[in-house]
Nanobody, 112 residues
Framework: QVQLAESGGGLVQAGGSLRLSCAAS??????MGWYRQTPGKQREMVAT???????NYADSVKGRFTITRDSAKNTVYLQMNNLKPEDTAVYYC????????WGQGTQVTVSS
């Protein structure tokens, strides 16, 4: 059974930083990413990374967030710098291989 274990969320002041981690069990996924969701809104893509290293970012986080992966550990990271109150959301790890798998979500709260 595939599991995605997320960690690293929390409460931070605006301008601060957080680092999210997502460890995937058993399988090396070709595509992994981070998505976020706030109440009443659709889940949106934040950043994705392919096994070859190519990345994609939402315009709202470009220049502030960095996604990386450690293939040996089957883990993807999201370094979030210069956080803004509008970044407040539940952040979900996603992995794709024929099917889509989601983590349980981790809350990120940015206070002004």
């Amino acid at each position: 059974q595939v599991q995605l274990a997320e960690s690293g969320g929390g409460l931070v002041q605006a301008g601060g930083s957080l680092r999210l981690s997502c460890a995937a069990s058993r399988i090396a996924f070709p595509v992994m990413g981070w998505y976020r969701q706030t109440p009443g809104k659709q889940r949106e893509m934040v950043a994705t990374i392919r096994s070859g290293g190519s990345t994609n970012y939402a315009d709202s986080v470009k220049g502030r967030f960095t996604i990386t992966r450690d293939s040996a550990k089957n883990t993807v990271y999201l370094q979030m710098n210069n956080l803004k109150p509008e970044d407040t959301a539940v952040y979900y790890c996603r992995a794709d291989l024929l099917a889509t798998f989601w983590g349980q979500g981790t809350q990120v709260t940015v206070s002004s």
